[in-house]
C-alpha cells in the first residue's frame, strides 16, 4: 500500500547471484494444496483487522460479528464476500467514515503459489480496493500488492514495497508495463510508490474484471529462485492445472508482474499475511481523486449512490507449496 506506516532498519542481506535468480524448482508435480479458503468456512482462517486505517481511509474497519450482523461480510448462496457499507447516507457533521471489511489470514505464506478466484470486486471513484500480502516489520518483511487500483482505474496495478535500498531494473519478461521510473521498491521513500506493472487487459480491473465474470489472479514465489510472479486468467482461460489443483506456472506463459533478486534479495519476504481489503479515498485515492483531491473526495462518498461497486466475491484462496 501507499504511505504505510511501520520503519525498521534490516538492510544487511546481500543480493543474491544472479544465476540463482534463473533457476527454478517448481516442476509439474511440484505443488500441492497446503490450504485453501473457500465457500461457508472461508473465514474461520481469516481475523477482522478493527484498528484505524494507517492510510488514514474514510472507513471504520468493522470486527466479524458486527460485519456478519450488518451484511458486510456474508454469504451468497454459500460463497463468500465482503463489502463496505454503500447504503448510509453520511452526515456533513460525522466522522466521514464508512463501515468497512479487512480480512487477514492467520496462517503466514512463506513461498510457492497463491491462487485469487475472484468473481466479482469493488470500484469505481473513491474507492480502493486491494488483495494484497505482507510480512511483519513491514516494509521490512515485504508487501506484494496483487490487486490495486483506485478510483476509476480500469487496468490492474502488481507492486512490491521492500527494505531500504532495494532497486528492480523491471527488465525481467513480463507482459505488464514496468511503471516505477525511479526503480525503487523501497517502503521508506516519501511517497513509497513501490516498484510495480500494470496490467494492460482491461479485464484485470473493476468493472472490465466483474463483467467477464471475474478470474484467477495466480500468484508464484519461488523461494529458492528469489523470484516473485503474478498472471492474471479471466474466467473463460483458467488454466486446466489450476481448475485440476495442480498449479504448474511453467505451462502460464508470460507473468504480468515478475519481480527478481538482483539489486533487491527478495529473501527478505517472510511470514506473509494474505489480506483483502477496501478503503476509501485517504492518501492515495483521496489525493489523486479527480476534480478537488482529497476534500472533494471525503464529501463525495458522503452519498451512498455515488458508490455503486462495493463488494468483493471470492470463490477460493489456495495456498500451494
Ligand atoms: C487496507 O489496509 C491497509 C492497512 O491497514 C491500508 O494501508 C490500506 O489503506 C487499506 N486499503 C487498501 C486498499 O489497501
Ligand atoms: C468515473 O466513472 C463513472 C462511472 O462510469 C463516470 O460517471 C464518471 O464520469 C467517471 N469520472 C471520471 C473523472 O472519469
Ligand atoms: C516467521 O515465523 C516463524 C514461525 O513463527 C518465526 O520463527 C520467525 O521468527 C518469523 N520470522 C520473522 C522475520 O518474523
Ligand atoms: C452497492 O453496491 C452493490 C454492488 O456491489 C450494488 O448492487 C448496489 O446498487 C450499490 N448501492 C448503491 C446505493 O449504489
Known amino acids: 500500500m501507499h504511505q504505510s506506516l511501520n520503519y525498521i532498519a534490516l538492510a544487511l542481506l546481500l543480493a543474491v547471484p544472479q544465476t540463482l ?8 508435480a511440484g505443488y500441492t494444496l497446503k490450504n485453501s479458503y473457500e465457500g461457508e468456512t472461508f473465514f474461520d482462517g481469516f ?12 472507513v471504520n474497519y468493522v470486527d466479524k460479528a458486527t460485519a456478519f450482523s450488518k451484511g458486510l461480510a456474508g454469504y451468497d448462496s454459500g460463497t463468500p464476500y465482503i463489502q463496505f457499507d454503500n447504503w448510509s447516507q453520511l452526515s456533513a457533521t460525522g466522522d466521514g467514515k464508512r463501515d468497512s471489511v479487512r ?6 505464506w512463506n513461498g510457492g503459489v497463491l491462487t485469487f478466484d475472484v468473481a466479482q470486486m469493488p470500484y469505481g471513484l473513491g474507492t480502493w480496493p486491494a488483495f494484497w500480502t505482507n510480512g511483519p516489520d513491514w516494509p521490512n518483511g515485504g508487501e506484494l500488492d496483487i490487486i490495486e487500483g483506485i478510483n476509476n482505474d480500469t487496468y490492474n496495478h502488481v507492486t512490491i514495497h521492500t527494505y531500504d535500498g532495494c532497486t528492480q531494473s523491471g527488465t525481467a519478461a513480463a507482459i505488464g508495463e514496468y511503471s516505477s521510473e525511479t526503480h525503487d521498491c523501497s517502503g521508506f521513500t516519501p511517497t513509497n510508490s513501490g516498484c510495480g506493472f500494470e496490467d494492460p487487459n482491461p479485464n484485470s480491473y473493476g468493472e472490465g474484471l466483474n463483467n467477464g465474470g471475474g478470474g484467477v489472479f495466480a500468484t508464484e514465489w519461488d523461494v529458492d529462485a528469489g523470484t516473485l510472479k503474478t498472471w ?3 474466467r473463460l482461460l483458467i488454466p486446466q492445472d489450476i481448475l485440476n489443483n495442480s498449479p504448474n506456472p511453467q505451462n502460464w506463459g508470460q507473468p504480468v508482474s515478475h519481480f527478481v533478486s538482483d539489486s533487491c534479495d527478495l529473501s527478505t519476504f517472510t511470514n506473509h499475511s494474505i489480506i483483502l481489503n477496501t478503503t476509501l479515498c485517504g492518501y492515495y ?5 479527480p476534480n478537488g483531491g482529497l476534500e ?7 452519498d451512498p449512490s455515488n458508490l455503486p461497486n462495493n463488494k468483493w466475491v471470492v470463490n477460493s ?3 500451494y507449496e
Open 47 to 58: 481475523t477482522f483487522f478493527i484498528y484505524d486505517d494507517p492510510t488514514a481511509g474514510a
Open 103 to 108: 480480512i487477514q489470514s492467520d496462517d503466514s
Open 296 to 302: 472533494a473526495c471525503n464529501e463525495f462518498i458522503r
Open 285 to 289: 485515492a483521496g489525493n489523486n481523486f
Open 232 to 234: 492474471f486468467f479471466p
Open 317 to 319: 484462496i489456495r495456498v
Open 21 to 28: 535468480a534463473h533457476t527454478s524448482r517448481a516442476t509439474a
